[in-house]
């Protein structure tokens, strides 16, 4: 199996500030035959399911606030949220789905400062 | 907009079978893959296994052993069987579609359900 495994754990940002959540996987997840990172970004309030947010490691998914953007190929990534919102709060999690079985890290809790 | 929902007993007891049925609106069950996952209280996101809508299946290897999913194309349902539960399996389950063009990338979610083992 892949892991995943994020960090960091937590992070507390002051409102306007950006927050940066890494993601890094146990082998890469970067497909050479079409050049694509196989890895996405979810958002999970509380008492919610999650929220798909990107795709294909930077791919934003449609409705999706610009303020978060993906990054990275390979190993590593990350999830970057400019200028945080209060509807901001929540945990994020990186997923893999280069192979199965799709393995998710352990999860980032974001909160305001 | 796709909608799911899932159904099923939100109380198990250990040994026996957790059975849960997730009923898509909105949109046909063909040409999609349909997967679950699920999330222990206060923890994360575990995949249990997808179906795509011909009846081909994919299980997590640490479910395998005790892990049914079968799709209903006539009803727009799909379904989990899971069977000896221990407390361990105690979680909330959801189900979700897979985007259109690859397995793996889970944009719609249902609202999820709670099951409990115990006895």
């Known amino acids: 199996d892949i892991v995943m495994t994020q960090s960091p754990d937590s992070l507390a940002v002051s409102l306007g500030e950006t927050a940066t959540i890494n993601c890094k996987s146990s082998q890469s997840v970067l497909y050479s035959s079409n050049n694509k990172n196989y890895l996405a970004w979810y958002q999970q309030k509380p008492g919610q399911p999650p929220k798909l947010l990107i795709y294909w490691a930077s791919t934003r998914e449609s409705g999706v606030p610009d303020r978060f953007s993906g990054s990275g190929t390979g190993t590593d990534f990350t999830l970057t949220i400019s200028s945080l919102q209060a509807e901001d709060v929540a945990v994020y999690y990186c997923q893999q789905y280069y192979n199965a079985p799709r393995t998710f890290g352990q999860g980032t809790r974001v909160e305001v400062k | 907009q796709v909608q799911l929902q899932e159904s099923g007993p939100g109380l198990v007891k250990p040994s026996e079978t957790l059975s849960l049925t997730c009923s898509v609106s909105g949109g046909s069950i063909s040409s999609y893959y349909w997967s679950w996952i699920r999330q222990p209280p206060g923890k994360g996101l575990e995949w249990i296994g997808y179906?795509?809508?011909?009846?081909?299946?994919n299980y997590n290897p640490s479910l395998k052993s005790r892990l049914t999913i079968s799709v209903d194309t006539s009803k727009n349902q799909f379904s989990l069987k899971l069977n000896s539960v221990t407390a361990a399996d105690t979680a909330v389950y959801y189900c979700?579609?897979?985007?259109?063009?690859?397995?793996?990338?889970?944009?719609?979610w249902g609202q999820g359900t709670l099951v409990t083992v115990s006895s």
């Open positions: 979700a579609r897979d985007r259109y063009d690859v397995s793996g990338i889970f944009e719609s």
């Open positions: 179906i795509y809508y011909t009846g081909i299946t």
